[in-house]
């Protein structure tokens, strides 16, 4: 049975997920090395998939490692200044012929759903097109960089119009310009232009590797924009198969674009657990922050009740009803990720008396561990500083041991103030801590 209960908590856990993509925009773009991988057509099951669940796909693909074996086989060395290729006439047919193979070689196994696959049988539409106007980069730093070219214009319209037809949209890093010059494109510039032209939802940059901290080795999963800018001065020798996509998906949020989703697509269904998991795999770009504390609302009181609810059938909080939380709601604060509330405590202020009392402090289990309750102690600290608060209290069954480890001394109820004194319930026996604060 543990299977089969597993896989009902996982489906009714991304069921909210499969609702709110369906009928949105998600750009998704994937590298070269991606194509050539044995293990390709798990992504574009993963793509069907998407495709099914009503999503309006638009794929941007990337051909340079199959740019420089065509180079490799004629003898050329492939040139590269800042990161760009340097597109000469052998080179741009090189372009041509890459882009033309990768474009039908993916068309070809979306088309047939995937024969031996859960997706056999899809019939999944695909469009490709001249969706990019292009221009010349020109010549920069003495460097001509010939045929390579930026994103000009997205005919964001002619895209519109074969997703409304259900159609997965197929884009390769080249643009036209309007006298019929060809350019050869950064695939992440084109992904990224794309989805700010769309207004996408989502821009996902499947890597070739995940972020992961220069400094202890550790993934990275989310990161503000103005975190981004910071990681990117601090470390300058990052790989380009980090710096690029991460670059990309700052100037998306900058543009407009909500969340931007980094995942190392070697992760099998990594995709997939990206985008219908709370916590996902990947890394999370975004304007804001993912996860945030924040004074509370009353459209919280639903949430903070399902947090509180198991503790208190545990003996751990105090049973409170949905109206006595309604008139408190102002001293109650918040952690809130990606909707979901898995933080919460409050601090009632005595404002005459000079004293708050610590209440309903709680974190979600799957989220317990990693300092959120800290964070929470440390705001209501400040918060009574503000309000000149001289000692704080607080009413606890099951972890004292907590509150003393963080500077509460055990005291007794003749020392509560008579408010609290007059609240204290003798059937639960709480132990009563203060904290001396002023």
């Not at 369906?22 to 793509?47: M, Y």
């Not at 009353?298 to 949905?322: F, H, M, T, V, Y």
Request: glycine share 6%.
């Amino acid at each position: 049975m543990e299977p089969q209960k597993s896989f009902v908590s996982w489906f009714r856990d991304s069921s909210p997920y499969i609702h709110a993509h369906r009928n949105k925009t998600f750009v998704i773009f994937f590298g070269g090395e991606a194509v050539l991988a044995d293990d390709f057509e798990h992504h574009v099951h993963d793509f069907a998939l998407l495709n099914s669940l009503g999503i309006r796909l638009v794929l941007v693909h990337g051909i340079r490692p199959q740019i420089d074996q065509r180079l490799a086989k004629l003898d050329v060395p492939a040139r590269f200044h800042h990161n760009l290729r340097i597109t000469d006439d052998v080179a741009l047919q090189c372009v041509k012929e890459a882009a033309g193979l990768v474009r039908v070689e993916i068309e070809a196994l979306l088309s047939m759903g995937l024969a031996n696959s859960p997706m056999a049988g899809a019939k999944i539409k695909v469009a490709s097109g001249n969706f990019v106007v292009a221009k010349p980069i020109g010549v920069i730093d003495g460097i001509d960089y010939c045929h390579t070219g930026e994103v000009r214009r997205i005919d964001s319209a002619a895209i519109h119009q074969q997703l409304d037809q259900d159609n997965v949209v197929l884009i390769s890093p080249v643009g036209y310009s309007p006298s019929g010059e060809i350019f050869n494109l950064s695939a992440e510039q084109v992904a990224m232009a794309v989805s700010i032209a769309l207004k996408a939802e989502k821009l996902v940059l499947l890597t070739e590797q995940s972020c992961c901290s220069p400094d202890n080795g550790e993934q990275i999963q989310q990161m503000t924009t103005a975190e981004a800018d910071a990681f990117l001065l601090q470390h300058p020798d990052l790989p380009t198969s980090v710096s690029l996509p991460l670059k990309a998906a700052m100037q998306s949020c900058q543009s407009g674009i909500d969340r931007v989703h980094l995942i190392d697509r070697t992760i099998d269904g990594a995709l997939l657990l990206e985008l219908f998991s709370r916590d996902g795999i990947g890394m999370l770009i975004s304007s804001t922050a993912f996860e945030e504390l924040r004074p509370a609302t009353l459209n919280d009181i639903g949430g903070i009740l399902e947090l509180i609810k198991p503790l208190e059938q545990q003996g751990k909080l105090a049973k409170r009803s949905r109206e006595k939380i309604e008139m408190e709601i102002a001293d109650y604060i918040v952690i809130e990720r990606d909707g979901l509330i898995i933080g919460c405590t409050a601090l009632h202020p005595d404002l005459q008396n000079r004293f708050g009392a610590i209440a309903c402090l709680a974190v979600h289990a799957d989220y317990q561990g990693s300092a959120r309750g800290n964070r929470m102690l440390e705001h209501v600290y400040r918060k009574a500083g503000e309000l000149k608060l001289k000692k704080l209290f607080v009413l606890s069954t099951q972890t004292m041991h907590w509150f003393i480890d963080r500077g509460f001394l055990s005291s007794s109820i003749t020392d509560l103030p008579d408010r609290l004194k007059s609240l204290y319930n003798p059937q639960r026996n709480s132990k009563v801590l203060c904290k001396d604060i002023a």
